[in-house]
Nanobody
Framework: QVQLVESGGGLVQAGGSLRLSCAAS????????VGWFRQAPGKEREFVAA????????DYAEFAKGRFTISRDNTENTVYLQMNSLRPEDTALYYC?????????????????????WGQGTQVTVSS
């Protein structure tokens, strides 16, 4: 079992920034690919960004490119999502997830079915 805890969400004005964190309970988290997803009310959960276990590869949804940056600090067992130039349409519950089945695979994962463990989410609200 891996427990993931997201933090850093909040209310921000359009154009503002937030930095989300995803902290894991197990050291082996540093060997797993990790992804960020989001879900707005009435919508499906969608891919935001992903990072390989080493941090050497990253991937972004089209809407996140140029505005969001995913990174990780494996010494702290934490993955981050820096979000800049936020828009009202970015309002959602943001989740992180990890994929132990891809232990030390140098890949990024976009499909939520590829992830085994999820956090409870952190709310991001962007006002216009």
């Amino acid at each position: 079992q891996v427990q993931l805890v997201e933090s850093g969400g909040g209310l921000v004005q359009a154009g503002g920034s937030l930095r989300l964190s995803c902290a894991a309970s197990r050291r082996t988290f540093s060997a797993y690919p990790v992804g960020w997803f989001r879900q707005a009310p009435g919508k499906e959960r969608e891919f935001v960004a992903a990072i390989s276990w080493s941090g050497g590869s990253t991937d972004y949804a089209e809407f996140a490119k140029g505005r969001f940056t995913i990174s990780r600090d494996n010494t702290e067992n934490t993955v981050y999502l820096q979000m800049n130039s936020l828009r009202p349409e970015d309002t959602a519950l943001y989740y992180c997830a990890c994929a132990p089945r891809y232990y030390q695979a140098g890949i990024t994962l976009r499909n939520r079915d590829q992830y085994d463990y999820w956090g409870q989410g952190t709310q991001v609200t962007v006002s216009s």
